[in-house]
């Protein structure tokens, strides 16, 4: 932890809607995110731009990237640095640009996380999607984007007696949620049978159960409380990670999400929280993350789920009111970055969608794959 | 998913022939081999065979297949526990409407993925339900 006594501030927001982008590639997207959070900002003087990106290195492979999007953002001669890990990239990236900050190295970072999925064909994406996992070990097989996944949920399905149908109510949320996101992929509503009896994709997994291939680009621009150039949005509390395990196989329990654990210990507890976007690249995931965090008994959260506990009417935390990775959308690099923008507009007041409108504390959590490492990044509504 | 030569080649071994490794500081084994142990971070490893028969604790069907190796799909990937060694590997023989868990599975050696703008081959272990006494190629080592 930093014990700085600088603060940083998020002071702008943007976000590319998510989709098939196929007239626009990687710079594209990243433009038009870190523009419209430059202008949100009102300043377009950074000191450093970071980008947190992933699988564009295997779709469409650019090395040193974030200095040709700071040049294509016409900031030259700014301090340019990419962030990659995976899943979690985005919260990884934010990381780096607190430490900048609270360190003094940096007042105002401009951060963009941007990532395409659909320079290839849907087959070689799913190979490129396998090098999320250890490729020493379970992706030397054909395991897909989904294949660990399934693993595990059919493990907690058995271990916890929980049905099918009961499983397929987070995806129904997600798609809920989704509706009024400005920036989703799939805002749409879909009823928890059509989860359940849509194409199978990895068993037990369905189409509708798993994360859509889309381009995004989103950005946020950070600055040091000391020095605000821009109104801030939102606080940012704290931001913390962990590595763990390659695979599940070599958990003692292969559905504990170690790595999530240790991040969690490492913030050393959790006050009240009003707002939680989790990592939900599959449902699985969300459901453990709930039981890991504290919200849900192990081998519960699917019924708090398919009661509305997570819901925007229900008792606990809202959850995912983005819509999630499932609807939202998941351009793999991209993703903690949107999840930024969206709590953090939403403890603004600014956002459009789903919400309740008294939050005060919002939560982000990522994991890569199946947590290979896990990140935790706290906000907090800035009062008056 | 191997697209290189030496990646595939240096690794093998351990896959056509089921050798994990041992920690000799904490004593726990795990497959494939790792450059040092996942438990305990010691890199002193020793080579050990593993039993060729464990328990299928999970599995999915696999129809969104990547890449090249999508003309065999389905693929059954399952979560294979050998005497409390878990494997993530590829099942095989076997029809979607046969697997279970709890399912003894026993190691055989098939090809994993061919892809095709290299031409490279990858094989290694999977797994197939155990057939009984006196077939399946004499696979079962007997160790334990
Ligand atoms: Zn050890």
């Known amino acids: 932890m930093n014990d700085s006594m600088v603060k940083v501030y998020i002071t702008g927001t943007g976000a590319v809607k998510i989709a098939r982008h196929y007239p626009l590639g990687v710079r594209d997207l990243a433009f038009q995110a870190g523009k419209q959070a430059l202008a949100e900002s009102g300043s377009d003087n950074v000191d450093f731009v970071i980008v947190a990106s992933s699988l564009s290195y295997l779709q469409a492979p650019q090395l040193d990237l974030a200095s040709y999007i700071a040049s294509s953002l016409g900031l030259h001669g700014v301090r340019a640095l990419s962030v990659e890990a995976g899943e979690s990239s985005g919260l990884a ?4 640009a607190v430490s900048l900050i609270k360190s003094q190295e940096a007042s105002r970072v401009l951060l963009i996380g941007v990532d395409k999925m659909t320079e290839h064909p849907s ?3 799913y190979v490129m999607l396998q090098a999320l996992y250890d490729t020493e070990s379970d992706a030397y097989y054909n395991i897909g984007h989904a294949g660990i996944a399934a693993l595990l949920m059919r493990l907690y399905m058995e271990k916890y007696e929980v049905d099918r149908l009961t499983l397929a109510y987070w995806p129904a949320m997600m798609h809920m949620h989704a509706k009024n996101n400005p920036h989703a992929m799939l805002p749409f509503a879909v009823a ?7 194409m199978p994709i990895a068993e037990p997994i369905t189409l509708l159960d798993a994360y859509p291939l889309g381009d995004g680009a989103a950005a946020i621009v950070l600055e040091n409380g000391d020095e605000l150039e821009g ?3 939102a606080e940012i509390e704290s931001v913390i990670s962990a590595t763990g395990m390659p695979s599940p196989a070599l958990r003692e329990d292969p559905l504990d999400l170690e790595s999530l654990r240790t991040a969690l210990g490492r913030l050393g507890g959790l006050e009240k929280i009003d707002v ?3 990592h939900d690249s599959f449902s699985i995931y969300g459901l453990l993350e709930l039981e890991t965090l504290g919200l849900a008994e192990k081998g519960e959260s699917a019924k708090l789920v398919a009661e509305g506990y997570f819901s925007a009417e229900g008792e606990g935390p809202l959850v995912n009111p983005s819509g999630g990775l499932k609807a939202r959308g998941h351009p793999i690099g991209a993703t903690d970055v949107y999840k930024l923008v ?3 507009r939403i403890l603004a007041g600014t956002w459009q969608g789903v919400k309740r409108g008294d939050e005060e504390t919002g939560m982000i959590v990522s994991i890569n794959a199946a947590g290979s490492s896990s990140r935790i990044a706290l906000l907090r509504k800035v009062k008056g | 998913m191997t697209r290189s030569l030496p990646v595939w080649w240096r690794r093998r071994i351990p896959r056509y022939r089921l050798i994990g490794a041992r920690c000799k500081e904490c004593g726990k084994i795990h497959y494939p081999p790792r450059t040092s142990c996942p438990y305990c971070g010691s890199n002193s490893l020793e080579e050990v065979q593993l039993p060729r028969r464990g328990i299928l604790e999970s599995y999915s069907v696999i129809y969104s297949v990547p890449g090249d190796n999508r003309l065999n799909a389905p693929i059954i990937v399952g979560l294979v526990n050998i005497n409390g060694v878990r494997i993530v590997a590829e099942l095989t023989d076997v029809l979607p409407g046969e697997l279970s868990t709890g399912l003894e599975v026993e190691a055989v050696v098939r090809k994993i993925s061919e892809t095709s703008d290299t031409g490279i081959i990858t094989y290694g272990v999977k797994f197939r339900p155990v057939l009984g006494a ?4 004499g696979q079962d080592t007997g160790e334990a």
């Open chain 1, 192 to 198: 928890p049978e059509k989860v359940m009896t849509a």
């Open chain 1, 276 to 278: 939680i976007e989790l």
């Open chain 1, 231 to 233: 109104r801030p949005l």
């Open chain 1, 342 to 344: 969206e709590v953090s």
């Open chain 2, 134 to 137: 006196g077939s399946g190629a």
């Open chain 1, 123 to 125: 087959g070689p994406t």
């Open chain 1, 93 to 96: 990236a934010l990381e780096t």
